[in-house]
């Protein structure tokens, strides 16, 4: 008996010293893809200031708006209503550079900004401009658009020469 013992003994520890029989190897079906997508960065350059000509202020009766849109067009507030706007207008220009095929995003840091005037007065520019535009060229030169916006005029705007920054950002969408 005590020989069947160590036999049985001797038996288990040959089994538990065995390595389990190893599995084939199984891959995924389909496989996974891995991909990147590598874009170049955005380029914005200011190709033109944006001005709204002369604006001559008579008696003006409430608040009166002048806007000019990205075709360099003024609307000079209401006819009849005390301003005549002259002189040269345009719209800012911008240029956008980036990859091929990709959505930009227009857009502006605020809703609107601050003009300041020669003689102390503030207008407060609201710019307009295309929400978003996809880029037809690689590179150089990129695409161009245009911001155009509005000021609002009453009897109380101080006369001058009035400036201040536009500040407009691009993103991927």
């Known amino acids: 008996?005590?020989?069947?013992?160590?036999?049985?003994?001797?038996?288990?520890?040959?089994?538990?010293?065995?390595?389990?029989a190893a599995q084939n190897a199984v891959s995924a079906s389909p496989r996974a893809?891995?991909?990147?997508?590598?874009?170049?960065?955005?380029?914005?350059?200011?190709?033109?200031?944006l001005n709204f000509g002369t604006i001559v202020m008579g008696t003006i009766t409430g608040d009166q708006t002048v806007s000019i849109n990205g075709a360099g067009v003024v609307s000079c507030g209401v006819a009849g209503e005390g301003l005549t706007c002259t002189?040269?207008?345009?719209?800012?220009g911008y240029?956008?550079?980036?990859?091929?095929?990709?959505?930009?995003?227009?857009?502006?840091?605020?809703?609107?900004?601050?003009?300041?005037?020669?003689?102390?007065?503030?207008?407060?520019?609201?710019?307009?401009?295309?929400?978003?535009?996809?880029?037809?060229?690689?590179?150089?030169p990129?695409?161009?658009?245009?911001?155009g916006g509005s000021v609002v005029i009453n009897n109380s705007t101080v006369d001058g020469v009035?400036?201040?920054?536009i500040d407009i950002q691009v993103a991927y969408q």
Request: aromatic share 6%.
């Open 1 to 20: 008996m005590k020989k069947m013992i160590l036999a049985a003994t001797a038996l288990v520890a040959v089994a538990a010293a065995t390595p389990a």
């Open 33 to 49: 893809l891995a991909g990147a997508r590598l874009i170049k960065p955005l380029q914005l350059t200011a190709l033109r200031n």
């Open 87 to 92: 002189g040269t207008p345009t719209s800012a």
């Open 95 to 140: 240029r956008v550079a980036g990859t091929q095929g990709q959505v930009v995003t227009i857009s502006s840091a605020a809703a609107s900004f601050p003009l300041a005037g020669s003689n102390g007065g503030t207008l407060s520019f609201t710019p307009s401009f295309p929400t978003s535009l996809t880029l037809g060229n690689s590179g150089a």
């Open 142 to 147: 990129g695409n161009d658009f245009n911001v």
């Open 162 to 165: 009035y400036s201040g920054q």
